[in-house]
T-cell receptor, first 111, second 115 residues
Framework: SQKIEQNSEALNIQEGKTATLTCNYT??????LQWYRQDPGRGPVFLLL?????KEKRKERLKVTFDTTLKQSLFHITASQPADSATYLC??????????FGKGTRLHILP | EAGVTQFPSHSVIEKGQTVTLRCDPI?????LYWYRRVMGKEIKFLLH????????ESGMPNNRFLAERTGGTYSTLKVQPAELEDSGVYFC?????????????FGPGTRLTVT
């Protein structure tokens, strides 16, 4: 069955450093990969989408890579800030729009 | 512009009772989705409306769950009768048709507790 693994349940990073989150998947060939941010008591917020034919995408301090051979995506936050602390969800989808989510990684940026 | 809203934010019911969750999507969004997150698990797709039609309901757990979207505006998700395993957070999301459909906007969720 389709499976998404996000590298760790929680990750602590010192403020100012780059946070790198990993998403691995199996038994799936997604057309798109997304990253969402979720804060406690709130719904996920869309951050970035990367297509299967794209290697990298950037948005401000965020960078996402997508390696369809390794079946892996890396999500980077550069110059991290305490306000970046949240749960980050990796999600896969195909052209039928059904999203498959990972469990998420809780990121803590330490001041 | 108002985001996706869900009501109630929290519901506590006893096993065997009925609960109806409501979702108001962003105005103009024809796509409406329901998802559920059970404690300790990932968010899982339940179903997808395009306007008032069910496009995909493959994620609905069983026939105790009934979703409707009359008039293609707001949607309701009814659980009848509720079981303990139905506890979790139910999210609604909406998106536009076409090229923007992959960017879904989520509501804050309804936390359902069945005791």
């Amino acid at each position: 069955s389709q499976k998404i693994e996000q590298n760790s349940e929680a990750l602590n990073i010192q403020e100012g450093k780059t946070a790198t989150l990993t998403c691995n998947y199996t038994n799936y060939s997604p057309a798109y990969l997304q990253w969402y941010r979720q804060d406690p008591g709130r719904g996920p917020v869309f951050l970035l989408l990367i297509r299967e034919n794209e290697k990298e995408k950037r948005k401000e301090r965020l960078k996402v890579t997508f390696d369809t051979t390794l079946k892996q995506s890396l999500f980077h936050i550069t110059a991290s800030q305490p306000a970046d602390s949240a749960t980050y969800l990796c999600a896969l989808l195909n052209r039928d729009d059904k999203i498959i989510f990972g469990k998420g990684t809780r990121l803590h940026i330490l001041p | 512009e108002a985001g996706v809203t869900q009501f109630p934010s929290h519901s506590v019911i006893e096993k065997g009772q009925t609960v109806t969750l409501r979702c108001d999507p962003i105005s103009g969004h024809d796509n409406l989705y329901w998802y559920r997150r059970v404690m300790g698990k990932e968010i899982k797709f339940l179903l997808h409306f395009v306007k008032e039609s069910k496009q995909d309901e493959s994620g609905m757990p069983n026939n105790r769950f009934l979703a409707e979207r009359t008039g293609g505006t707001y949607s309701t998700l009814k659980v009848q009768p509720a079981e303990l395993e139905d506890s979790g957070v139910y999210f609604c999301a909406s998106s536009q048709l076409g090229v923007s459909s992959y960017e879904q906007y989520f509501g804050p969720g309804t936390r359902l507790t069945v005791t």
